[in-house]
């Protein structure tokens, strides 16, 4: 019972962890994966997608120009304030796309469509920052501020669409993000160009092309900037780390827990095990028995952690807590885990090997 209670917890708490880190890493990169661009352009020396510089947003006709750029698009990513209801103020991020072509918008809608936010001052906001904005209803008005207060109209719900940071995520368009920004500056910038080709075989020389050509900004393939922000938010924030140390730190524990039960039920029977050896037993008929229990304590635990997880995964997710569990992910956790219970039954493996069944008799 202690075994199953140990390898039980081991697996929730890796589970869980796992599932956090890639549900945040999920969520920071969410927006970049949506979007259909093979070339992502950006300020120079970005460190992440959150925290985009802005730069002129004529650039854009350098990248048009190149024969096998299907279409070019930017993309206005910039922080202001919701006034809530009760008189506060709530920090969001506003995303500024184009309407007409879609590139960037909401890819999940429960109500409207990302077309609505056309031709005025309209928004479309996440239904999980209910949490953090109360209950939203279609055709309400919001004050957002960023140097000046401006209204907008609530026309459409997006689903499940999250920020790293935690921000409540609002969609507006593209020149109505620029006509609030132009409280800051009198320039017309932007904060990312995307791309897509006619041919992505050509991919990486389009990109070494424009490395060349626009030396005053970073060029990506799409892949190369969801990695780069995921290893910022992993390795240079350490955030995503502690949750892969922690999963870490399960694995260790449930081992120990494992190992240690084992070794001890292996010595509570070893005059057992000795008697078996007398008789004739092989070796490798002991192990048999050792790593039985071993593994069979592993799909138990596992299976009992994973359910527990499966059960507590929504009210998680309706508190704010993202977690990505793919089928992939959990056959992942329990080869992992089931290796862990495994090697840790050799140290009682070890024991019997040097069992030397004339000690039983002598006892």
């Known amino acids: 019972m202690i075994t199953l209670i140990g390898i039980t917890f081991a697996s929730i708490l890796v589970l869980a962890q796992i599932g956090m880190y890639l549900g945040m890493m999920g969520n920071a990169t969410s927006i970049i994966s949506h979007i259909d661009a093979d070339i992502w352009i950006t300020s120079r020396n970005i460190q992440n997608f959150d925290f985009a510089n802005p730069f002129p947003e004529n650039r854009i006709n350098r990248v048009k120009a190149l024969p096998d750029i299907l279409w070019a698009e930017k993309l206005l990513l910039t922080y202001g304030f919701l006034k809530l209801s009760n008189g506060g103020r709530e920090q969001i991020q506003i995303v500024g796309f184009n309407p007409d072509t879609g590139v ?19 928004m479309i906001l996440d239904k999980t920052s209910e949490q953090r904005l109360g209950k939203l209803v279609i055709g309400t008005t919001w004050e957002l501020t960023l140097a000046n207060p401006h ?7 997006s689903n499940g669409i999250k920020s790293f940071t935690t921000m409540p995520i609002i969609f507006i368009s593209y020149n109505q993000a620029m006509d609030i920004i132009s409280g800051f500056s009198a320039e017309r910038d932007t904060q990312f160009i995307v791309a897509k080709l006619n041919n992505k075989e050509r991919l990486n020389d389009i990109v070494t092309e424009l490395r060349s050509s626009m030396k005053d900004n970073d060029v990506f393939t799409k892949d190369e900037f969801i990695w780069k922000t995921i290893m910022y938010w992993t390795i240079q924030t350490g955030m995503g780390m502690s949750f892969f140390l922690t999963a870490l730190l399960g694995l260790a524990v449930g081992g120990a827990i494992v190992g240690q039960t ?11 095990f000795g008697t078996l050896k007398a008789i004739g037993a092989r070796n490798i008929d002991v192990y048999k028995v050792i790593f039985s229990q071993a593994g069979l304590s592993a799909v138990i635990g596992y299976i009992m952690g994973a ?3 499966l059960a507590v995964k929504n ?15 959990y056959v992942l956790l329990f080869i992992i885990v089931f290796l862990t219970c495994i090697l840790s039954a050799w140290f009682s493996v070890r024991k019997v090997k040097k069992l030397d069944p004339v000690m039983v008799f002598r006892a």
């Open 307 to 309: 359910v527990f997880i």
């Open 262 to 272: 084992i070794y001890a039920n292996t010595m509570e029977h070893i005059r057992e």
């Open 104 to 122: 960037g918008a909401p890819w999940s809608m429960l109500s409207g469509t990302p077309y609505d936010v056309k031709g005025g001052r309209y």
């Open 151 to 157: 209204s907008f109209k609530l026309v459409g719900i």
């Open 315 to 329: 009210g998680l997710e309706k508190g704010g807590v993202t977690l990505y569990l793919s089928f992939q992910l």
